[in-house]
């Protein structure tokens, strides 16, 4: 919705009440036939918009002002026979007391104009007495100090306003466009299809509206991701207005609406309706300036300026131009492309710490191993010593408590008997190393010794 104006507040209710007293004004016959020769719907919504301001402030309705106009124009009283002149110029100065620009008086007193001439010879104000605003508002306009946004400022304007707008504020901040330019774009300017296009960064050849000058607008990460998504919503067009009502080409007092808007929105009345439309482009400028490094026949190019001297003749390529954006796109970016840039180098550093961590988790996996297997034969070992500790209690107690040994199975046996060890002075122990994979043991006593 566009901005309310708060000295316009009392009037505005005015005009509310003055369309529910007159419900029909709509289906009166003076306005049919004002309706039925406007060529556009975007012309019938203009004069829709705007023509009831001028019918609330002499109260009628568009059938009571012509049926009086007839009645003037017969009257030989000057007063009554100019009476709509005279409001009209009662009207301007109302408008500008309320603090309405140029061009929004302009367009009311243009739609009343149009209005009357369906009539032909019904309104003989002229156009430099109708359209000129007061020495002191002109003064106003011409000293008003520049003040263009900041990249803060334009990152909260953008989050708040829509698409078609964020578009239209993109245009203007990071390729330096006026709204003049900004709303004559076509699909056909730009020639993309948004389908196959793998570009961040794309030259597009631009002719200013007010020079004719040609000169190169970039589209970047941050456009192309509207474009994309509004090209899409749209059916994929590849002809007609970008920014447009109902197909018809927008006024430039749409964008500078629009921002004002916005722009109140995102930072506070006070600051919001000192940003201009075309304070945008001076904010573009500004970083391009900043930058030594670019040479001033690129600066020329992306702000359409015409090459003084010799610069004129120079040619600079498009990749030059695009190698040249990508150095002030930083300080223009209001969508999160450095964050996001920021991020890729982050993915990157992660995607190789991942490949780190692999390879650590992988030593680690064959360190459990090893360490498995250490752990395994170290209770191999302790089973083993375990064994052994069993054994030679066994045989300790054998010894202490075997004081007869079967003779008749020792000398009977066929096998080959080993002493394998001196059991102190009393006993041998053998060995049957053919005992079933076994080693099966033979405890006897030595011979004593006579004597």
């Known amino acids: 919705m566009p901005r309310i104006n708060p000295k316009a507040k009392p009037f505005l ?3 509310k009440q003055w369309k529910k007293d ?51 124009l017969e009257s030989e009283d000057v ?17 500008v007391d309320l603090d309405y620009g140029a061009k929004t008086v302009e367009t009311r007193l243009s739609v009343l104009s149009g209005f009357f001439s369906n009539y032909r010879k019904m309104y003989r104000l002229d156009a430099p007495n109708l359209f000129k605003l007061t020495e002191s508002s002109d003064r106003k306009a011409s000293n008003r ?44 300017n730009l020639n993309i299809d948004f389908d196959t296009e793998k570009r961040d960064f794309i030259p597009i050849d631009h002719t200013r509206n007010k020079t004719g000058e040609g000169g190169t607008i970039v589209l970047n990460p941050d456009l192309l991701h509207e474009l994309r998504n509004e090209w ?9 207005y970008i920014l447009n009502f109902r197909g018809n080409k927008l006024q430039t007092r749409h964008p500078n609406e629009w921002l004002k808007e916005s722009a109140i929105k995102a930072l506070g ?21 900043s930058h030594d490094e670019i040479k ?20 600079v390529s498009p990749t030059t131009i695009v190698e040249s954006y990508r150095l002030v796109f930083p300080k223009l970016a209001v969508n999160g492309w450095n964050r996001k840039k920021q991020v890729a180098e982050l993915d990157e550093l992660l995607e190789k710490v991942d490949g780190l961590v692999s390879a650590l988790t992988l030593v680690e996996k064959e360190n459990n191993a090893y360490k498995t297997r250490v752990d395994n034969l170290q209770t191999q070992l302790g089973e083993i010593a375990e064994t052994q500790r069993d054994q030679q209690k066994w045989i300790d107690d ?18 080959v008997m080993e002493a394998v060890a001196p059991l102190g002075d009393r006993y041998m122990i053998f060995a049957d190393p053919d005992s079933e994979k076994r080693l099966t043991l033979w405890i006897k006593k030595k011979p004593q010794s006579e004597g």
Request: overall charge neutral.
């Open 296 to 315: 001033q026949e690129i600066a020329d190019r992306l702000m359409g300026h015409t090459p003084k001297g010799s610069r004129g003749e120079y040619y």
């Open 79 to 95: 007063d009554e026979n100019e009476f709509f002149e005279d409001k009209a110029i009662e009207f301007k100065r109302f408008m």
């Open 232 to 240: 899409v919503d749209r059916g994929k067009p590849d002809t007609g």
């Open 269 to 289: 009345e006070k600051r919001g309706t000192q940003i201009m439309f075309k304070d945008l482009r001076d904010s573009f400028n500004d970083v391009i300036k």
């Open 398 to 415: 054998v010894m202490e408590n075997a004081e007869v040994v079967h003779k008749d199975i020792l000398d009977n046996y066929d096998g």
């Open 13 to 15: 209710d005015k005009i």
């Open 145 to 188: 100090q520049k003040n263009p946004p900041d990249n803060f400022e334009m990152r909260a304007i953008y989050e708040v306003a829509n698409r078609k707008h964020r578009i239209a504020y993109l245009l203007g901040y990071q390729c330096g466009l006026p709204p003049t330019d900004v709303v004559k774009i076509t699909w056909a």
């Open 22 to 72: 007159n419900p029909g004004w709509e289906g009166q016959d003076a306005w049919l036939r004002v309706m039925k020769r406007l060529r556009t719907d975007a012309t019938r919504y203009l004069y829709k918009v705007n023509i009831p301001w001028f019918f609330t402030y002499v109260d009628m309705t568009p059938d009571k002002v012509i049926e009086l106009r007839i009645k003037q």
